[in-house]
């Protein structure tokens, strides 16, 4: 079979066109990901809702402003 201009132009157009939704994808899970490990760090004081972020592994975080305990941990929003 043999490969004609219009054929190869097409298959790159289509290709692109498939490419493009692929690239996405890949972008936003990516970007999900780097988001929700800096929500998981994020604690919210409960005494005077100053946010911080928090990489240690402890379950209870003292609040740089206000000295409060702030328990940390998924599951538990502010409401
Ligand atoms: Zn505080």
């Given at each position: 079979?043999?490969?004609?201009?219009?054929?190869?132009?097409?298959?790159?157009?289509?290709?692109?066109?498939?490419?493009?939704?692929?690239?996405?994808?890949?972008?936003r899970t990516l970007h999900a990901k780097v988001e929700r490990r800096a929500l998981a760090n994020r604690v919210i004081c409960r005494l005077c809702l100053h946010a911080f972020e928090d990489?240690?592994?402890?379950?209870?975080?003292?609040?740089?402003a206000c000295g409060a305990n702030n328990e940390k941990g998924p599951g538990?929003?502010?409401?």
């Open positions: 079979m043999e490969l004609k201009l219009a054929d190869f132009v097409l298959y790159i157009v289509v290709g692109c066109f498939l490419l493009v939704p692929v690239i996405a994808v890949i972008s990489s240690s592994h402890v379950k209870t975080v003292h609040c740089p538990r929003r502010l409401g």
